[in-house]
């Protein structure tokens, strides 16, 4: 699976958009991007995945660049409960070798304040 | 979405005693879940991947011996710590798959393991 690098945080005030970077330059044509968020001490959440079209869903928004080499996931209204480690993960697609198996980063620790 | 669910949520033991964290796939059937373990102020690490009737697949650097994994049933995966010591406190998360569909893992909610 292709590596990824995320700012270690980020900060944003309550009823903005929450825009994270994603970079995965070395992407291969089947690779998806995964979002996930881990809020303290539970497990992690899946927000959204996508192959190169942009997405959207109740979550959020994810945004591929044309050459795939980075994504830019969008929580469009962010609230405090939005505070969460967030993991962008490069993987093929589940069925293959790598079962769905998920290889995390460090993340972005995204803080939301009133 | 999908729901695993994990039990206990927390557990102490004694060192030297065994621990068993059980896994549940509550309304899918999962030919295949997953064990991470996460140390404090660190990401997820992958242990280990459960298949449904058969051994468990092993990371590099984990021990088969000292964290048992057994997938009896398409909905039920445990992982047991044995002989635990005090740098086996960590917070334990199982995932799974839906059975043959691409989806995404789902995540239980986590154990966290402190053995005094």
């Known amino acids: 699976d292709a590596k990824t690098t995320q700012p270690p945080s980020m900060d944003c005030a309550e009823g903005r958009a929450a825009n994270l970077p994603c970079n995965h330059s070395?992407?291969?044509?089947?690779?998806?991007v995964y979002w996930y968020r881990q809020i303290h001490s539970q497990g992690p959440q899946y927000i959204i995945h996508?192959?190169?079209n942009n997405e959207t869903n109740e979550m959020a928004s994810l945004i591929i660049t044309e050459d795939r080499k980075s994504s830019t996931l969008i929580l469009p209204h962010a609230t405090l409960r939005d505070t969460a480690v967030y993991y962008c993960i490069v993987k093929l697609p589940a069925g293959g070798t790598s079962y769905g198996k998920l290889t995390f980063g460090q993340g972005t620790i995204l803080t939301v304040h009133p | 979405g999908a729901v695993v669910s994990q039990h206990p949520s927390w557990v102490i033991c004694k060192s030297g005693t065994s621990v068993k964290i059980e896994c549940r796939s509550l309304?899918?059937?999962?030919?295949?879940m997953f064990w991470y373990r996460q140390f404090p102020k660190q990401s997820l690490m992958l242990m280990a991947t459960s298949n449904e009737g058969s051994k468990a697949t092993y990371e590099q650097g984990v021990e088969k011996d000292k964290f048992l994994i057994n997938h009896a049933s398409l909905t039920l995966s445990t992982l047991t710590v044995t002989s635990a010591h005090p740098e086996d406190s960590s917070f334990y998360i199982c995932?799974?798959?839906?059975?043959?569909?691409?989806?995404?893992?789902?995540f239980g909610q986590g154990t966290r393991l402190t053995v005094v």
């Open positions: 070395t992407i291969s044509g089947n690779e998806y």
């Open positions: 996508g192959l190169k």
């Open positions: 995932s799974a798959r839906v059975l043959g569909q691409n989806t995404e893992a789902f």
């Open positions: 309304d899918f059937q999962a030919t295949t």
